[in-house]
């Protein structure tokens, strides 16, 4: 052992959230360990968010030189230089990577440690030769891919979002298992950057989603000519000479072969935890994560977790809002509760879809009657202006008429989403949402339209026009 060291707090995993909770505490002039086994960013920066944001953008902008007709422009099939794609994706996670890095939370007073982290009793945790005690320890370690007992996958190379960002020549026909924001969202990328593309799905496309807004978005697919195998199980996988085969079978048992040369598995992930020997720590956990309280604190009153180990949504930005309520507690021990009813979600597809809060369903199911208010992108002047027409907004509000879900569908819906996290964690009431000023002509008016029309019906009723009669008489 190099040395004893004892911190206030022990930060396990560098990804957004463990980032977080050491450069917030280290602001505080709080003695804070950082123990990172791999790369200081997480999977987000490095395999997650960042990368696929930016292929992402590649592929608008190829997609964008095909469809120039429509603005009167003439239309080019663009040369794509896969290698030059990627040489852009890793210039991003470059730009960004010094905000990450070890050289910059050690300068904010972190002490970073480049190793494997294992607790060896209930407040110790061993690290690259140090022995660590810490007043308190915050898991962050998040997820990695999971691949399904497949037979025949050993014999390919199956990529995840891992890897497949290393590819530096261009898919010819890319393979995905998956179906979910991940599969999709790389599924479309690929597709525009001239890659023929077949995603398979066990159960249904975007199924956690809104299903008027995901009917939408799968058509939208299916005419950028990805194939789309919906409730296909994969019975097992080949190696070629070209690349692999796959055998997919229906649920009334039909079969279908798919020949591609390159394997994506976007099937789901499990949280890293094999490695810390929560065991020897009194943590309690399972194969979905570490089991916490709301507050985010274990078994062992000494740790917590956040992020994707914590076993709830694994989103970046779940992780960050984690760290937020950790550090209440850790350096002001003052009450913080996970709240999920404002929380917000995105598949980065284009056009996008984004869910925040409740679905129409999940609000029927736990508030019984709603009101549905909607409003079609086609029938706002900027979507017109801009030929992004496809979509639409779906707000649902209680009995009371506050907002508790909504649902959208259209370009730039990512960046409405803040607006609307906001409204639903100020309780906010549909007549609140009619009363600003929205600027003209922006996208986001769809969603004020939307409101409005809960007063549609009160327009109509005799007694309020009997009213507005009356009132005339006076002048």
Avoid at 7 to 25: F, K
Avoid at 158 to 163: G, I, K, R, S, V
Avoid at 267 to 272: E, I, K, L, M, T
Avoid at 377 to 398: C, F
Wanted: proline share 4%.
């Amino acid at each position: 052992m190099h040395e004893h060291l004892t911190p206030d707090i022990c930060v396990i995993g560098a990804g957004s959230g463990g980032l977080s909770v050491a450069a917030a505490a280290a602001a505080f002039g709080v003695d804070v360990v950082l123990v990172e086994r791999g790369k200081m960013g997480g999977d987000c920066l490095n395999y997650g968010c960042v990368p696929s944001k930016a292929i992402i953008a590649a592929g608008k902008r190829a997609h964008a030189m095909r469809t120039a007709s429509i603005f009167g422009i003439e239309e080019v099939d663009p040369a794509i230089d896969f290698s030059a794609v990627h040489a852009h994706v890793r210039s991003v996670i470059d730009a960004i990577a010094p905000n990450d890095s070890v050289e910059r939370f050690e300068s904010l007073g972190v002490k970073v440690i480049e190793a494997e982290g294992r607790f060896v009793d209930e407040r110790t945790l061993e690290a690259g030769g140090h022995r660590i005690s810490a007043r308190r320890f915050v898991i962050a370690t998040g997820s990695s891919p999971v691949i399904p007992p497949i037979p025949g996958i050993e014999t390919v190379e199956a990529l995840t979002n891992e890897t497949i960002f290393d590819l530096e020549q261009r898919p010819d026909h890319l393979v995905i298992v998956g179906g979910g924001p991940i599969g999709l969202e790389l599924a479309q990328a690929h597709r525009r950057l001239g890659s023929r593309v077949t995603v398979v799905e066990a159960a249904g496309f975007l199924s956690r989603e809104d299903p008027d807004l995901a009917a939408i978005a799968l058509d939208a697919l299916r005419e950028e000519g990805i194939a789309l195998l919906e409730r296909h199980s994969v019975v097992r996988i080949e190696r070629t000479d070209d690349g692999l085969r796959l055998v997919a079978r229906s649920k009334d048992g039909g079969e279908r072969i798919v020949e591609g040369s390159h394997l994506l598995v976007a099937a789901g992930r499990s949280p890293n935890l094999a490695a810390l020997a929560l065991d020897a720590a009194k943590v309690r956990h399972d194969k979905k994560g570490i089991a916490v309280d709301a507050g985010l604190r274990s078994s062992n009153r000494r740790i917590y977790a956040i992020g994707d180990v914590a076993g709830g949504p694994q989103f970046t930005h779940v992780a960050n809002y984690h760290a937020g309520i950790a550090i209440r507690a850790l350096l002001f021990r003052l009450p913080a509760k996970a709240d999920y009813a404002s929380l917000p979600r995105i598949t980065f597809l284009d056009p996008e879809l984004v869910q925040v809060g409740l679905t129409e369903a999940e609000a029927r199911k736990a508030h019984g009657e709603v009101r549905v208010l909607t409003w079609p992108v086609h029938d706002n002047d900027r979507a017109q202006a801009e030929r992004e027409t496809t979509g639409l907004i779906k707000l649902v509000a209680d009995r009371r008429g506050r907002v508790i879900g909504v649902s959208i569908l259209a370009k730039g819906a990512s960046e409405m989403g803040n607006f609307w996290s906001l409204a639903l964690s100020k309780k906010m009431r549909v007549r609140d949402l009619t009363s600003f000023i929205s600027p003209y002509p922006t996208m986001g008016e769809i969603g004020k339209r939307a409101a409005m029309s809960y007063f549609t019906d009160m327009a109509r009723k005799p007694v309020i026009r009997r009213i507005i009669r009356l009132l005339r008489v006076f002048g």
